[in-house]
């Protein structure tokens, strides 16, 4: 019988598969837990939110006029303290001009002791009127032009005598003035008036062109 070399080849087979076996690296090496066994990284911390950034104040408009074109008060009458802006024409210039009638103030005569005065106007009563003037645009103003632009006018509409006064004449009504200004800069006048003592002071006009009607501020009794 020939079986003994079938056997043979069969031992032989078994040998090479085992001696395969034992030189495979990954044969021993554990299989990889599948991925649901795996542990879970830690959660990363989520950045706290930004607080909101605070909203920037609205800026003031300018001029100090906001909502008013040039010359939109003319005709009109102004509570005082009011500001208008006006086209201030000198003849020779043109200038964009906030004005603002401040205080109308009755006086005494006997404030005028260092004022020359006639007799007529001794017997009259002195208005003490403060205006401030701002340069906005346009061409440089001529300051001196500026101050003997208001009128004041009495209920009749009659306008009262302006007397010319030195810077400290009159202490009630100390009147300095710039030689120039800058644009943006601004300055307050005060003028002496005499009414009528049977009269009262009704408003101040600020006319610079006679084209066109006056900006009135109301004097309050």
Same mark, same amino acid.
């Given at each position: 019988?020939?079986?003994?070399?079938?056997?043979?080849?069969?031992?032989?087979?078994?040998?090479?598969?085992?001696?395969?076996?034992?030189?495979?690296?990954?044969?021993?090496?554990?299989?990889?837990?599948?991925?649901? *066994?795996?542990?879970?990284?830690? *959660?990363?911390?989520?950045?706290?939110?930004?607080?909101?950034?605070?909203?920037?104040?609205?800026?003031?408009?300018?001029?100090?006029?906001?909502?008013?074109?040039?010359?939109?008060?003319?005709?009109?009458?102004?509570?005082?303290?009011?500001?208008?802006?006006?086209?201030?024409?000198?003849?020779?210039?043109?200038?964009?001009?906030?004005?603002?009638?401040?205080?109308?103030?009755?006086?005494?005569?006997?404030?005028?002791?260092?004022?020359?005065?006639?007799?007529?106007?001794?017997?009259?009563?002195?208005? +003490?009127?403060?205006?401030?003037?701002? +340069?906005?645009?346009?061409?440089?103003?001529?300051?001196?032009?500026?101050? !003997?632009?208001?009128?004041?006018?009495?209920?009749?509409?009659?306008?009262?005598?302006?007397?010319?006064?030195? *810077?400290?004449?009159?202490?009630?009504?100390?009147?300095?003035?710039?030689?120039?200004?800058?644009?943006?800069? *601004?300055?307050?006048?005060?003028?002496?008036?005499?009414?009528?003592?049977?009269?009262?002071?009704?408003? !101040?006009? +600020?006319?610079?062109?006679?084209?066109?009607?006056?900006?009135?501020?109301?004097?309050?009794?």
């Amino acid at each position: 019988m020939r079986i003994r070399p079938i056997a043979a080849l069969v031992s032989v087979a078994a040998m090479a598969a085992l001696s395969t076996a034992c030189e495979d690296p990954g044969a021993d090496t554990p299989a990889k837990p599948p991925a649901s *066994d795996q542990p879970e990284e830690p *959660d990363q911390p989520e950045k706290p939110e930004e607080p909101d950034q605070p909203e920037k104040p609205d800026q003031p408009e300018t001029p100090e006029t906001p909502g008013k074109e040039v010359d939109a008060d003319l005709g009109k009458t102004l509570k005082l303290g009011e500001t208008t802006l006006v086209t201030h024409d000198s003849g020779t210039s043109k200038t964009t001009m906030e004005v603002t009638t401040r205080t109308v103030v009755k006086g005494e005569v006997a404030e005028l002791e260092d004022v020359r005065l006639d007799g007529k106007e001794r017997e009259m009563v002195p208005y +003490y009127v403060t205006v401030n003037y701002r +340069y906005v645009d346009g061409e440089a103003p001529r300051v001196p032009s500026l101050g !003997v632009t208001p009128k004041l006018r009495d209920g009749r509409g009659e306008e009262a005598d302006r007397i010319f006064t030195t *810077d400290d004449d009159v202490a009630q009504c100390v009147n300095s003035r710039p030689q120039q200004l800058a644009k943006g800069e *601004d300055f307050t006048s005060c003028r002496v008036f005499l009414v009528g003592k049977s009269e009262k002071a009704a408003n !101040v006009a +600020y006319q610079s062109n006679f084209r066109e009607d006056p900006v009135v501020w109301k004097v309050e009794d």
